[in-house]
C-alpha cells in the first residue's frame, strides 16, 4: 500500500492546487509563484517543464517498479495521487490534445478520431485507472484546453476589465472548483443558464461562443472519438432578425401547414441543439412576453412543442442568452417579466466597454489593433498597426469613447486600411470630437484649456473659419485660431 509522507503530501496539495486553478485567475499567479520557489533559478518558460519532470519523479519515487498505480494507494491519498497523475497525463498530451482541437475546427461538424487514443488509454491502465474513469478524464482533459484556447484566443487585452471577464467566462464552464466540478457537475450542466450583458459590439457573441463550444463531450471508447464535434455544440438566435409572428416558429419550430407559409416542418434552435450543446438567444431585451413565459416553460421542464405539433419534445442544452439593454432596464418595469429573468440568470456576465477597457489600460488598444490586423492580413503586419494606429490618434485623439466598440475599431481598421483615413465627412468628424469632450466633461476630467481647446476645435469643424468660431465664443480671432492649432498639436502628440 502508497501511504504519502508529509513533504509529498504537501507537494502533491500544491500540485492538485495548479491543475484545477483558474488560469486565467489571480490566484493561479500565487500558485505559479509558490512552484517557481520550488525550482530556484528556473526560467518561467520552463517552470513547467521543471514541474512535470518533478511530479513524474515524485510519483515514480512512490513504488519500487517507478509506476504507481491508484488502486494500491491508500484511501487517504487516493485523491492527491490520482490529481497528480491527471496532471502528468494533463502536460503529456496537452500538445496532442491541442492538435485535436485546431484540426476539429477545420473539419467542422464530423467528430474526429483521437490519433492517440490507445496511448492515453495504455497510460491510464498502466497506473490503474479503469476504462471508465480513462474516458472521464479525457473528457475533462480536452474540455480544459478546449475552454483555455477558446477564452485566450478570441478574447484579447489585459485590461483588468478583460482579465476579469476570461476569469468569470472559465468559472461559468467550470464552477469556481473544477475538482468538484469534475466529481458532480460535469455532465449536469444544463440547468445553468447564462445571461451576458454589455453595449453593442464589446464582444458578447464571442464570449457566448467561447463558453458554448467549451461543454463537457464524452469520450466513446469504442469509436476511440468524442461523441461529437464541438463545432456542432453552439447554436445561435438573432431575435432581433425575426417579426413576433415567426420568432415562435424560429425557437420551438413547426409543422408543416401549422400555419399559412407553412409548406414543410422546420427545426427550430431548440431542437438543432445538441444534447451536450449550447443555443445562444442574442438580442433577448427585444422578446415579448408571451414567447418570455413559453421560454421560461422550456428552461422549467426541459421540453418544448413545435407550433402546430402536440408532440412535446426534450431540450437537454444550456441556455445562453445576451442583450446591450443596461441591467437596470431589463430588471425594471418594461424589462423581463421576474421569474422568467431569475430563471435564466445562473450567471451574469458583463462585457466591458471598449473606452473603459482603454481608460484602465492605454495599451489595450495597441494588443486590440495587432489582434485585428491579424485577423484581416492573415499575419503580424506592424507597418499597418502602425498606420492605423496613428490615423486613430490623429483623427480621433485619446479620448474617443468608441461607441460601437470593438466592432466599430475592427471597422475603423477597414476603413483605415482602404481609404488611410476613418472619418467620412465634416460632421462624422465634429460628432466624434463632441462625443469626446461631452465624455470628458462628464467624467469630471477635462481641465479648462483642453476644454477651450477642444470646444473651439469642435466649432471649428462644424464651421470651417476661424472668424465663425471667433464670435461665438466671443475670443479675438487670433485666440481662436491658437487654441484650434494647440487642440490640434495635442491630437497628434
Ligand atoms: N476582446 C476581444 N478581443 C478580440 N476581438 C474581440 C474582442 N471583443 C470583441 N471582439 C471582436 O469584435 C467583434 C464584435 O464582437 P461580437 O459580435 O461578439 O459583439 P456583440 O457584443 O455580440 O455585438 P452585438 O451587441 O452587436 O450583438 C467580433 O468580430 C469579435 O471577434
Given amino acids: 500500500m502508497i501511504r504519502l509522507t508529509d513533504t509529498q503530501r504537501l507537494f502533491f496539495t500544491l500540485v492538485s492546487e495548479a491543475i484545477y486553478a483558474n488560469p486565467f485567475a489571480e490566484e493561479r499567479e500565487a500558485i505559479d509563484t509558490r512552484i517557481a520557489g520550488l525550482f530556484p533559478g528556473a526560467r518561467v518558460e520552463s517552470l513547467i517543464d521543471e514541474t512535470i519532470r518533478e511530479v513524474s519523479a515524485r510519483l515514480e519515487a512512490l513504488e519500487p517498479s517507478g509506476r504507481p498505480r491508484i488502486d494500491r494507494v491508500d484511501k487517504k491519498d487516493k485523491n492527491l495521487v490520482e490529481n ?3 496532471f502528468e497525463f494533463f502536460y503529456l498530451f496537452r500538445e496532442r490534445f491541442d492538435a485535436l482541437i485546431h484540426r476539429q475546427v477545420e473539419a467542422g461538424d464530423t467528430s474526429l478520431s483521437v490519433p492517440f487514443a490507445d496511448e492515453a488509454h495504455a497510460f491510464f491502465q498502466a497506473r490503474g485507472f479503469t476504462t471508465d474513469q480513462f474516458c472521464h478524464y479525457m473528457a475533462l482533459c480536452y474540455q480544459l484546453r478546449r475552454a483555455f484556447l477558446l477564452i485566450r484566443d478570441s478574447l484579447v487585452g489585459e485590461s483588468r476589465a478583460m482579465r476579469n471577464l476570461r476569469r468569470d467566462l472559465w468559472n461559468n464552464v467550470f464552477t469556481h472548483d473544477i475538482g468538484l466540478y469534475a466529481r458532480y457537475l460535469i455532465n449536469r450542466m444544463e440547468d445553468f443558464s447564462t445571461l451576458i450583458l454589455g453595449e453593442t459590439g464589446t464582444g458578447k457573441g464571442t464570449a457566448a461562443i467561447a463558453i458554448g463550444r467549451s461543454g463537457y463531450i464524452p469520450f466513446d471508447p469504442v469509436r476511440k472519438a468524442f461523441t461529437e464535434s ?3 455544440t453552439f447554436v445561435s438566435l438573432n431575435l432581433s432578425q425575426y417579426p413576433e409572428t415567426l420568432l415562435e416558429s424560429e425557437l420551438f419550430g413547426h409543422k408543416k401547414g401549422a400555419f399559412t407559409g407553412a409548406v414543410e416542418d422546420h427545426k427550430g434552435v431548440l431542437e438543432r441543439c445538441s444534447p451536450n450543446g449550447a443555443i445562444f438567444l442574442d438580442e433577448l431585451g427585444e422578446i415579448p412576453a408571451h414567447t418570455q413565459i413559453k421560454l421560461l416553460q422550456v428552461l422549467q421542464e426541459r421540453q418544448f412543442t413545435p407550433v402546430g405539433s402536440h408532440l412535446k419534445t426534450r431540450f437537454n442544452g444550456r441556455v445562453i442568452a445576451a442583450t446591450n439593454r443596461p441591467f437596470e432596464e431589463i430588471t425594471g418595469t418594461g ?5 422568467f429573468f431569475y430563471r ?17 489600460d492605454p495599451e489595450e488598444l495597441t494588443t486590440l489593433l495587432n489582434h485585428t490586423v491579424k485577423r484581416m492580413v492573415g499575419k503580424d503586419s506592424p507597418e499597418y498597426t502602425d498606420m492605423v494606429r496613428e490615423v486613430i490618434d490623429r483623427q480621433l485623439g485619446a479620448h474617443y469613447p468608441w461607441p460601437g466598440n470593438v466592432r466599430e475599431l475592427e471597422q475603423c ?16 468628424e465634429e460628432a466624434s470630437l463632441t462625443e469626446a469632450l461631452t465624455h470628458g466633461v462628464r467624467n469630471g476630467e477635462m481641465d479648462l484649456k483642453s476644454l477651450t481647446c477642444g470646444y473651439c476645435a469642435m466649432l471649428y469643424r462644424r464651421y470651417g473659419t476661424y472668424g465663425d468660431v471667433a464670435r461665438i465664443t466671443g475670443l479675438d480671432r487670433r485666440t481662436a485660431k491658437k487654441y484650434i492649432e494647440e487642440f490640434a498639436q495635442e491630437q497628434t502628440g
Avoid at 424589462?335 to 421569474?339: I, Y
Avoid at 435564466?344 to 484602465?360: A, G, K, M
Avoid at 481598421?413 to 462624422?428: A, E, P, W
Fill in 230 to 232: 464541438f463545432t456542432r
Fill in 344 to 360: 435564466l440568470c445562473s450567471d451574469i456576465i458583463t462585457v466591458p466597454p471598449l473606452r473603459v477597457r482603454i481608460e484602465e
Fill in 335 to 339: 424589462g423581463f417579466r421576474d421569474d
Fill in 84 to 86: 497528480a497523475l491527471v
Fill in 413 to 428: 481598421t477597414r476603413r483605415v486600411l482602404i481609404k488611410k483615413s476613418y472619418l467620412l465627412s465634416r460632421n462624422t
